[in-house]
């Protein structure tokens, strides 16, 4: 999977031209990633003249470093974990899986999806693609600069994607010592022996559980006091147990001191004097907006650590024709979110009607209105606020309902476990009248699927009595989101549990 860091030829797909008359478009989108991809799309699509300008590969984060190959390992991951349990059928599988083929069939994955977002893919959609490092140098105008060059690029709107990058920590001796990050964690020629992961946010999660059943030892080190803090502290306790239970170690509230080069990797040090020894360490301690080095300021866009300062529908605050979209305007980073948000930019873009639909559309696609999933085993799935955070803002107009997996009937038959947790602000005078879901929670098997049906009522204005009431197949996973809302109206053996809300429910 090694990425050759030669860029492709300057102006792709494009007789080629080294001159020096600038290059104009009516739209020129930075970065192409899945936000500046989608941006650039619409834009194009609109009848625009789009110039796509992107300094590493097409495609981004979520192709070459981010969702595919962490789900395709995951994958692979859970394929041996589950071969390894039929012990208990009587199949006899032990070993470790040959970290050369894991790594061809992760390399298949991303080349199976590549050709889709390629620069001749790009131009056969009427976008021109730059290879190159832009950066403004006056309003409407862009410096483009690359090996064979430099090309200035100018246009009437412009869309920044430029995505986030790693947020390395201030750690003693880290700068010294080689450490991995999403980045690189795809390209390691041999299995890590003992994998030290930084972080257990959803990178560490995801990664730490992946990289173990692949058989690799792996230790986390977790700064906050559960994994997956953003999560509601029920699903980090059930991640803990099962990482714990596959035999990772997880270290919580751990405060990383130090780190020093040993003989055959590194060591890690914690406040309190445990000291760790790995062989690898993977930094997955968070990702901030890529905001410096783009000459924002020379145009006057305002923006700080949290990324791009935009409206809700992506326009920069104070550079009128500057749209931001994806990971660069911070906020939750997900792919779906960084879709929507090149969405709105795109839009914004086109001119007064495009931005009259990106303002219509904001609302409704805010990506805190959009769920996320932790793609681990089990697998775990939110939306909306958690338990504690309806508390602090409803106070006691919060219900609860806990459904568990047990009275799901399709989980039984396939052996699985997991919950569904409902916020809910309770109806005027306990009727269903004004009864409105606030947030989800799902952990286990088909959590990610689940999550969608169970946040289809509040995303869309739908009465929660209307799922409640929606007749659903049997047997099927789906059965969970009509039973635990149904949990909200009445009280049945196999419905969930309504109960008030807790303020204390973050522990
Ligand atoms: C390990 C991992 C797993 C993940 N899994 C999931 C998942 O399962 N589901 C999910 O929804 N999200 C997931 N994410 C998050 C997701 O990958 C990102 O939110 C998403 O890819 C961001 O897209 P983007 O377009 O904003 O940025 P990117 O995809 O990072 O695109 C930005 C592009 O801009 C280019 N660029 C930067 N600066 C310049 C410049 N000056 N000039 C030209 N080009 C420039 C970069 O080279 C890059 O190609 C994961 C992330 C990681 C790290
Ligand atoms: N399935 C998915 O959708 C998916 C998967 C992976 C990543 N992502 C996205 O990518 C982004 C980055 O993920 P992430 O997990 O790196 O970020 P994160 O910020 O969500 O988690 C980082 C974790 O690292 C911990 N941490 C910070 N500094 C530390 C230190 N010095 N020592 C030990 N621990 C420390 C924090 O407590 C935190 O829980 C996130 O926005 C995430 O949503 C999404």
Same mark, same amino acid.
């Given at each position: 999977?090694?990425?050759?860091?030669?860029?492709?030829?300057?102006?792709?797909?494009?007789?080629?031209?080294?001159?020096?008359?600038?290059?104009?478009?009516?739209?020129?989108?930075?970065?192409?990633?899945?936000?500046?991809?989608?941006?650039?799309?619409?834009?194009?699509? /609109?009848?625009?003249?789009?110039?796509?300008?992107? $300094?590493?590969?097409?495609?981004?984060?979520?192709?070459?470093?981010?969702?595919?190959?962490?789900?395709?390992?995951?994958?692979?991951?859970?394929?041996?974990?589950?071969?390894?349990?039929?012990?208990?059928?009587?199949?006899?599988?032990?070993?470790?899986?040959?970290?050369?083929?894991?790594?061809?069939?992760?390399?298949?994955?991303?080349?199976?999806?590549?050709?889709?977002?390629?620069?001749? *893919?790009?131009?056969?959609?009427?976008?021109?693609? !730059?290879?190159?490092?832009?950066?403004?140098?006056? =309003?409407?105008?862009?410096?483009?600069?690359?090996?064979?060059?430099?090309?200035?690029?100018?246009?009437? &709107?412009?869309?920044?994607?430029?995505?986030?990058?790693?947020?390395?920590?201030?750690?003693?001796?880290?700068?010294?010592?080689?450490?991995?990050?999403?980045?690189?964690?795809?390209?390691? =020629?041999?299995?890590?022996?003992?994998?030290?992961? /930084? @972080?257990?946010?959803?990178? #560490?999660? &995801?990664?730490?559980?992946?990289?173990?059943?692949?058989?690799?030892?792996?230790?986390?080190?977790?700064?906050? &006091?559960?994994? !997956?803090?953003?999560?509601?502290?029920?699903?980090?306790?059930?991640?803990?147990?099962?990482?714990? *239970?596959?035999?990772?170690?997880?270290?919580?509230?751990?405060?990383?001191? %130090?780190?020093?080069?040993?003989?055959?990797?590194?060591?890690?040090?914690?406040?309190?004097?445990?000291?760790?020894?790995?062989?690898?360490?993977?930094?997955?301690?968070?990702?901030?907006?890529?905001?410096?080095?783009?000459?924002?300021?020379? !145009? #006057?866009?305002?923006?700080?650590?949290?990324?791009?300062?935009?409206?809700?529908?992506?326009?920069?605050?104070?550079?009128?024709? /500057? +749209?931001?979209?994806?990971?660069?305007?911070?906020?939750?980073?997900?792919?779906?979110?960084?879709?929507?948000?090149?969405?709105?930019?795109?839009?914004?873009?086109? @001119? +007064?009607?495009?931005?009259?639909?990106?303002?219509?559309?904001?609302? *409704? #696609? $805010?990506?805190?209105?959009?769920? +996320?999933?932790?793609?681990?085993?089990?697998?775990?799935?939110?939306?909306?606020?958690?338990?504690?955070?309806?508390?602090? $803002?409803?106070?006691?107009?919060?219900?609860?309902?806990?459904?568990?997996?047990?009275?799901?009937?399709?989980?039984?038959?396939?052996?699985?476990?997991?919950?569904?947790?409902?916020?809910?602000? %309770?109806?005027?005078?306990?009727?269903?009248?004004?009864? $409105?879901?606030?947030?989800?929670?799902?952990?286990?098997?088909?959590? #990610?699927?689940?999550?969608?049906?169970?946040?289809?009522?509040?995303?869309?204005?739908?009465?929660?009595?209307?799922?409640?009431?929606?007749?659903?197949?049997?047997?099927?996973?789906?059965?969970?989101?009509?039973?635990?809302?149904?949990?909200?109206?009445?009280?049945?053996?196999?419905?969930?549990?309504?109960?008030?809300?807790?303020?204390?429910?973050?522990?």
């Amino acid at each position: 999977m090694t990425h050759d860091p030669t860029p492709p030829a300057f102006v792709w797909a494009q007789p080629t031209d080294h001159g020096t008359t600038p290059l104009k478009a009516d739209v020129v989108v930075i970065g192409a990633g899945s936000a500046g991809l989608t941006a650039a799309g619409l834009a194009a699509s /609109l009848g625009r003249r789009v110039i796509l300008v992107e $300094r590493d590969r097409t495609g981004g984060e979520c192709l070459f470093t981010g969702c595919v190959p962490s789900k395709a390992l995951l994958s692979l991951a859970k394929r041996v974990h589950t071969a390894r349990g039929a012990a208990a059928l009587g199949l006899d599988v032990t070993g470790r899986p040959d970290w050369a083929v894991v790594r061809a069939e992760v390399r298949r994955v991303i080349d199976h999806f590549e050709p889709v977002d390629s620069p001749q *893919a790009i131009a056969a959609r009427g976008i021109t693609v !730059i290879a190159g490092e832009a950066a403004f140098v006056s =309003p409407h105008v862009l410096e483009v600069t690359h090996a064979q060059g430099t090309r200035t690029v100018m246009a009437g &709107e412009f869309v920044l994607a430029t995505g986030s990058e790693v947020s390395v920590p201030d750690l003693e001796g880290l700068r010294d010592v080689p450490f991995l990050t999403h980045e690189t964690v795809f390209d390691v =020629p041999e299995r890590p022996e003992h994998l030290i992961v /930084l @972080g257990g946010g959803p990178i #560490g999660g &995801e990664l730490s559980q992946a990289m173990a059943r692949l058989g690799s030892r792996v230790t986390v080190v977790q700064a906050a &006091e559960r994994l !997956i803090p953003k999560d509601e502290p029920e699903a980090s306790r059930a991640l803990l147990t099962a990482l714990r *239970a596959e035999g990772l170690t997880v270290h919580l509230g751990a405060q990383a001191t %130090r780190v020093e080069p040993t003989e055959v990797g590194v060591r890690l040090h914690l406040q309190g004097g445990v000291a760790v020894d790995g062989t690898h360490l993977l930094v997955a301690t968070g990702k901030r907006p890529r905001v410096h080095g783009l000459g924002l300021d020379v !145009i #006057g866009a305002a923006y700080n650590d949290q990324g791009l300062t935009v409206t809700p529908s992506m326009q920069s605050i104070t550079c009128p024709y /500057l +749209w931001g979209a994806g990971d660069v305007v911070g906020g939750p980073m997900f792919t779906h979110g960084a879709t929507e948000r090149g969405t709105l930019a795109g839009l914004g873009s086109v @001119g +007064w009607l495009g931005r009259a639909a990106a303002r219509l559309r904001a609302p *409704a #696609g $805010r990506v805190a209105l959009i769920p +996320w999933v932790t793609y681990t085993d089990p697998e775990i799935a939110h939306w909306g606020l958690t338990e504690a955070q309806a508390v602090a $803002r409803y106070g006691d107009r919060v219900t609860v309902v806990d459904y568990d997996f047990l009275h799901l009937d399709r989980a039984v038959t396939e052996g699985e476990s997991g919950f569904v947790k409902l916020v809910a602000l %309770r109806g005027m005078l306990g009727s269903p009248v004004g009864l $409105r879901v606030v947030g989800a929670q799902v952990v286990g098997s088909r959590a #990610g699927e689940l999550i969608q049906g169970l946040s289809v009522s509040p995303r869309l204005g739908v009465h929660p009595l209307r799922v409640a009431l929606l007749p659903v197949s049997y047997p099927t996973f789906a059965e969970a989101t009509r039973q635990t809302y149904l949990g909200l109206f009445t009280e049945g053996e196999h419905f969930g549990k309504a109960r008030p809300g807790r303020a204390d429910a973050s522990v």
